[in-house]
């Protein structure tokens, strides 16, 4: 095992020297040697997507896909903590020979801290394979600190600057692996993610553009989905669906990184929930459905679930003092204000509960406009889901109705994600 270890490391070495060079050269370096864990035949692929109905929006595979296991060296929060996160990287083969751009995928919010993206079976990583990586670009994406196979002792969640170095590292990683997998590269990269994933691609893309340009050819960016307005989405009246994972996992995470968000856990979170809380996410066995019926985070309507969780004075000071702990270290994870040189694309969906493009993708255009970017475009996938998944083909309006629920409760974790990675891929095939 030394000798792998060593001889990952001395090619990353070569490698970021030959790229322009790395602040550090053990960063993206492989604590493993990189395992093929499955290949999906195009046939596979193919039966896979007409079964599910994703075909019609990802179109017939042109390529097998290698399926290919990572473990690389990141650093944490802080430059000088030293630590590894794992992921997957989706190889193009069969027909597919030449040199491939490199999609940079960064992933939703998980709760489950087992889960890897380097599974066949995972539908996101069915997703990347069919979308991207059957269609000829290779794949990487990481599992992130604190998931998987990563040592980190916690996930800083929504956390700008550690999503964005295990992201940029992964990069790193997945071009120290080339060789061994039988990948060729092109030389450019594409960043793209969704939801929590759209937050961690745009500040990889940020950070790769703003510190790395020497080092990484980003081509462009595909953002979907993401909370960028962190500070202004603390400021809506009604709770975001998914409030009782989102908002406990953001506080407790900002806490360890911060510090200074309260001084007692009970400050912010009501009796029942304050003495696991801190701990609770992402979990090592519960999933969304059983974090639920467990009794571990409270259900109903969004309101409700806040009301259960949260001491209400915690965050109604937040959202009226611009001096509060909570609304400065969300302003610290805002997107807005930065300055792509490269083209970026902008997706998200109108009717969406969890992400409302109104508070997150339509203000963070706003801001672009105002300085006059115009490599930047912005798109609005509703109509297709409206017409795909709508009763009738379009949205359900009563929300007592039973349809109503099961519509909106689908549709930013399934119905939304195909569409706006579609929106990715016809936008990355005019820069590729």
Not at 104 to 127: C, I, M, W
Not at 336 to 343: E, H, I, N, T, Y
Not at 375 to 381: E, L, N
């Amino acid at each position: 095992m030394p000798y792998f270890r060593w001889t990952g490391v001395a090619s990353a070495v070569a490698l970021l020297v030959a790229c322009g060079g790395s602040e550090d050269p053990s960063r993206g370096a492989l604590v493993e040697p990189p395992v093929t864990v499955a290949t999906l035949s195009a046939a596979q692929i193919d039966a896979g997507t007409a079964s599910s109905g994703l075909q019609p929006i990802t179109g017939k595979a042109k390529c097998d896909v290698n399926v290919v296991a990572l473990n690389y060296h990141t650093i944490g929060v802080k430059d000088s903590e030293r630590t590894n996160a794992s992921g997957v990287m989706l190889v193009p083969g069969g027909p597919c020979t030449g040199a491939a751009p490199l999609v940079a995928y960064a992933k939703g919010t998980d709760v489950q801290k087992p889960r890897t993206l380097a599974n066949p079976q995972d539908s996101e990583t069915f997703l990347l394979a069919s979308m991207y990586a059957a269609q000829g670009y290779a794949v990487v994406a990481s599992d992130y600190l604190g998931y998987a196979k990563s040592s980190y002792r916690y996930h800083p969640y929504l956390h700008a600057d550690s999503e964005a170095s295990a992201v940029i590292d992964s990069v790193r990683a997945a071009r120290a692996a080339a060789a061994a997998v039988g990948a060729s590269l092109s030389g450019k990269v594409l960043f793209t993610g969704y939801s929590q994933g759209g937050h961690a691609s745009m500040a990889a893309h940020r950070a790769a553009e703003r510190d790395h340009a020497s080092e990484i050819n980003v081509v462009g960016g595909a953002h979907l989905a993401g909370p960028y307005n962190l500070s202004g989405s603390l400021r809506i009246p009604d709770a975001i669906a998914g409030v009782q994972f989102f908002i406990p996992f953001l506080v407790t995470s900002w806490q360890k990184v911060y510090g200074n968000l309260y001084t007692d856990v009970a400050q912010p979170f009501k009796a029942l929930y304050a003495p696991y809380i801190e701990a609770l996410l992402p979990h090592p066995a519960l999933n969304y459905t059983t974090l639920l019926t467990s009794g571990a985070l409270p259900g109903g309507t969004p309101n409700q679930a806040r009301e259960a969780l949260f001491q209400p004075g915690f965050l109604a000071a937040s959202q009226t003092d611009a001096a509060h702990p909570l609304f400065l270290a969300a302003q610290k994870n805002d997107l807005l204000g930065w300055s792509p040189k490269s083209r970026v694309l902008l997706c998200g969906a109108a009717g969406d509960p969890t992400v409302p493009p109104a508070v997150h993708q339509k203000v963070l255009q706003a801001d672009f406009d105002r300085r006059g970017l115009t490599q930047v475009a912005s798109v609005d996938v509703d109509p297709f889901i409206q017409a795909t998944f709508g009763p009738g083909g379009r949205a359900p309006t009563d929300p007592a109705s039973p349809a109503f629920a099961a519509y909106y409760a689908a549709y930013h974790g399934t119905y939304e994600p195909p569409f706006c990675a579609a929106q990715a891929r016809a936008f990355f095939d005019t820069l590729k």
